[in-house]
C-alpha cells in the first residue's frame, strides 16, 4: 500500500499587503458610489427638484 506519489502541499507564502493605489483607489471609488446613493436619495425624496 506503499503510494509512489507524495501527498505534497505547495508552501503558501504570507500575507501580502495590497499596493497602495489600490487601496487609495477602492477608497475613492468607495466615497464615490456612497455620494451617488445619496444623490439618489435626496432625488427620491424630493430635494432634487
Known sequence: MDN???NTI???EGY???P???V???RA???IFIGI?????LQI???GR
Open 45 to 47: 425624496a424630493g430635494a
Open 10 to 12: 505547495p508552501e503558501q
Open 24 to 26: 487609495w483607489a477602492a
Open 20 to 22: 497602495a493605489w489600490q
Open 37 to 41: 446613493v445619496i444623490l439618489q436619495i
Open 29 to 31: 471609488g468607495l466615497v
Open 4 to 6: 509512489s506519489k507524495e
Open 16 to 18: 501580502v499587503p495590497r
